[in-house]
Every structure is written in C-alpha cells, then in structure tokens.
C-alpha cells in the first residue's frame, strides 16, 4: 500500500480530534475531568515521560486500569510515539494477565495505581523482561507518570507512528484455550473507527457512558466520540443503581452494554422510575440477547436498541440498526445485523465455498478492520485466514435481504446420537419462559447418545422454574433431538470476564475425567 492510500495513523487521528475540540470537556466520571485542550496537553507530557524512561517506535506497551481518561490518554500518547498496545483485562487472572505480558513480549507495564497496584507489583515482580513500569500515582516498583508528566512542563504531542506499524494486539479472551494476540496496524485501527461512525446510529450530541471495559469493546466507542467533539463519561465497574442515576444526572445519549448488564437493569426496582428520556442509543454485543428481555427492553427502556457483531478479529462485522428492533413486528430479533459497509461477509462451507441460501454456514470476513493474523501463531493464522477470509467460528443462516442469524459457534455445536444441535437455537426457545434470566445449553457425556443435550437455567428474582414444563417448550418448537435430556436450575452460570457465558468452564463440571472435545 502506498503512502497516498495508507492515510493518517490511529495515533495522528486522536491527536487531530483532541486539537480540534478546545475547551470542550472530553472526559468525566471516574478519574476527573479533562477538556480537550487539557487532554492535549497530557498526551504531550506523557510523551515526554515515555520517551525520557526509554520508549520507542516499535515497542510494546500494556495497560491494566480501571476506565479513566489518563489511561485512555496514555495510549493516545503510546500510539502515537509508534507503540503497540495491549490492553489486559481488568478483570482477568493474574495467570492471564502474567502470560500475555510473555506472550506479547510487553516492554512496557502502564497501571492505574489507583485500582490496580498490587496486581501491578504481582506482574512487575513476576515477569522479568518489562524494560520499565508506569504508575498512576507513587509506587515502589514503578515511575509515577503523573509526577513525571508534571516535570516535563509544556511539551506538544509528536507523532512518529507510521500507518503501517503494529498498533493493538488485541488477545482473545482464551474460551477456547489459551489466549491468542490479534495483530492490527495502525490503518486498520484507523478503519474500525471509521466503520463504526459510519454504520452506527450515533446522536448528534454524544455523551457516551463507558460502562463496559475499555480495555474491551466498549473502548472502541472512544474515538468516534471524540473525533465528533463528544464527552466521555467513565464509570468504574456495573452498579445498576448509581448507572440509573448517571443516566439521568449527566444526560447520557449512548451507551455500550452486553446483555447480562442489560438484564439486571431490567430486573432493578428503580428502572421504572429512573429517567433515560435523554439515552438515544443503547448499543449490545458480546452475547446474544434473548428475544423476550430485548422486547421487555423495547417496551421499558425504548426504541434505543441496537447490536453490534464482530470479534477481536474482526470487528465490526454486522449491525441491527434501531430500526431493525420493531416491536409489533420482532422477525429480527434473532439476527445479529447486516453487514457493515467496509465488510465483505460471505456463509462458507468448510470446503471455504458459499452455502445455498437458508442453510447454515461459517460467518466468514474480508476488509479493512480484520487482523494481519495472530501474534506468533503462523499455524492458528493460516487456519482463521484460510483462503483469504476470517473464519468467526460461529455459524449462521442468511435470509433474502442480507440479515445473519448466528445459529452457534462452531466449537459448541453438540452431536447428539449423530444428529447436529446449535445450543443457541434451544437457549432461545428457553428463555421465552418469562421465568427464565439467563440459559446455557451445553452437550454432557451420555453412554446412549454420545452426548446430551443439557440446560442449565438461572431463574429470575422471586420466581421458579418448571424444568419437566422447559423441556416440553423445547420439544414442542424445535422436535425431540434439541429438547434437553435435563434441566439443572442454578443461581448463576460461570461468566467470562467480558459477560458471556462460560461455556468452557460449565462443560469441565460435567465433563471432568471424561474424553471430550476440546473447546
């Protein structure tokens, strides 16, 4: 690609929208507020101090933080030195975080001293090959950013990145085995963000409460909000209550939630009485969303709607815009969008070839927002990049005009006396009970049929659960091989820290000291 098609780099365009906007507040919330022109300014001084401990073009960084600007500021300033970033998860094990620091080969450890400081010390301490540690605040094992920022004075942001540097390694989130590191240049940065501002219905006025880690998918909703001229509002951490209340004291016009936030918002006492009416846009993702809470949110939160597919590799890949959540008429619900602009999205056999229209094929994807491929893993890329397409692992159907329907992923189908069983179609029948919060259909051993099919079912609040009466539901709207051969009610189902269902972890419970498939 030539320098006349490569464009500016992610870190040339944040600087160019943290210029444009001036005195306008930026960021609020949880660790301060900052205008644009004092953002900046940080940026320049943070520069100042990455560069002072030894940074360069062509290095790593990771940030473990809590969502606060600094840390958003932070990569703005990395990214635009030329480091690549890796953000961890804050709610990840130290094991996970400790292995991508290896696996990464991170040179540099950022943390929010404020939230994070003793998992920083725990990774400073146990990975030996950081060249240096930056701390929000004093520390013992690290340089106080803050402090070093202070001393640098006045220092005007530079950018030295170029469109084709390695800007994220984005790593997976391991529900499969170990996590994998997604690689994206700066271009393809560059491109997610455009396809998000482009395809997403964003307000005229953004004020967009980042409530889903940043380290995650909620942090791509940062740059269209700030090349628009809009203010983010962190919150740390999902407490319904004080979020109902945020809703209403700060005017939030979007936001980002994956659908078990959603639910217990549906499920608190206050929701009723809570004032969204300035809340334009509530986009989800992350995890399917029952077709009958989405109604309940509809009809109790409003036409605000709309969900967001992709992957760490590829992301976005479809929408299913506001319009496309029509009460009186819910045929879409089930699907996860149309595709986006800038992707190519094609149902492809496992042969890579396109299946007939209504029968059921990978999700595969070619454009500009899909990784280079996966950090030193040349096997794993040429099996998720085979013939020149990401291959999502999930599963779906297409209907005449263009919408997917996400019947599973692929590792998760179930064999059941030979017969193939995509565990989302039975979640979604279950969870027309309006007893049911939230389902995982999983397959278990079984000496008859090799495996079972299984729910297991959290009830909602004060409520009980009709197992025998799930099962019949099952039967009657999709035949006998998806009915569950069992039900087990539970007060909650084991999460990943993005909010989906675990369903790796749920499969060890019944399948510990069995053969199983990997997955």
């Not at 159907?397 to 179930?414: H, N, Q, S, T, W």
Request: charged share 20%.
């Amino acid at each position: 690609m030539s320098n006349l098609h490569q464009g500016l780099p992610i870190g040339g365009l944040m600087l160019r929208a943290l210029a444009r906007w001036g005195d306008r507040v930026a960021f609020s919330g949880h660790g301060g507020s900052f205008t644009y022109a004092q953002s900046f300014d940080l940026v320049g001084r943070y520069q100042a101090a990455m560069q002072g401990a030894g940074a360069v073009r062509g290095q790593r960084m990771a940030l473990l933080n809590a969502n606060r600007a600094e840390a958003s500021l932070a990569g703005v300033a990395a990214q635009s030195l030329g480091l690549c970033l890796t953000a961890l998860h804050p709610l990840g094990t130290f094991e996970d975080q400790r292995f991508i620091l290896e696996d990464g080969e991170v040179d540099y450890l950022f943390v929010d001293g404020k939230s994070y400081l003793e998992r920083g010390a725990e990774l400073t301490a146990a990975t030996e090959r950081l060249a240096g540690v930056f701390t929000l605040g004093p520390s013992d094992y690290g340089l106080d950013i803050r402090a070093a920022a202070d001393a640098a004075g006045a220092v005007s942001p530079v950018l030295l990145a170029q469109p084709n540097d390695i800007s994220m390694l984005g790593y997976t989130g391991g529900t499969t085995g170990k996590p994998k590191g997604a690689m994206r240049r700066q271009h393809s940065v560059v491109a997610l963000t455009n396809a998000v501002l482009a395809d997403f219905e964003w307000p005229e006025d953004i004020v967009y409460l980042a409530v889903a880690p940043n380290s995650h998918v909620g942090g791509t909703k940062i740059p269209p909000t700030l090349l628009r001229g809009g203010r983010v509002h962190m919150h740390n951490g999902f407490d319904a209550d004080a979020i109902l209340d945020t809703f209403a004291t700060e005017r939030i016009t979007a936001t980002l939630m994956v659908p078990t936030m959603v639910s217990i918002l549906l499920d608190h006492p206050k929701l009723d009485t809570a004032d969204l009416s300035s809340l334009e846009l509530l986009m989800y993702g992350a995890a399917p969303m029952s077709p009958t809470r989405l109604l309940e949110g509809l009809e109790r939160i409003g036409p605000v709607f709309s969900q967001l597919y992709g992957q760490t590799e590829g992301y976005p890949l479809t929408v299913l815009r506001k319009g496309d959540h029509n009460k009186d008429d819910p045929g879409l619900f089930a699907a996860c969008g149309h595709p986006v602009a800038s992707a190519n999205i094609a149902l492809l056999d496992e042969d890579c070839r396109p299946v007939a229209r209504g029968e059921v094929g990978e999700i595969c994807a070619q454009g500009p927002q899909v990784m280079d491929g996966y950090w030193q893993r040349p096997e794993q890329t040429a099996e998720t990049l085979a013939g020149g397409w990401l291959h999502t692992g999930d599963m779906a159907m297409a209907d005449e005009r263009g919408y997917l329907y996400i019947v599973d992923r692929k590792k998760d189908m179930i064999i059941t006396g030979g017969f193939n069983v995509f565990p989302r179609e039975v979640e979604d029948v279950i969870t027309t009970d309006p007893n049911v919060a939230m389902a995982a259909v999983i397959g278990v051993p079984d000496d008859k049929w090799g495996e079972a099919v299984k729910a297991v079912v959290v009830p909602r609040p004060n409520t009980l659960v009709d197992a025998e009466a799930l099962i019949r539901r099952v039967r009657d709207a999709k035949g006998a091989v998806h009915a569950p051969k069992s039900v087990d009610i539970v007060t909650e189902i084991p999460l990943t820290p993005l909010g989906k269902p675990d369903k790796k972890a749920l499969r060890e419970t019944y399948w510990a000291g069995r053969d199983r498939r990997v997955g």
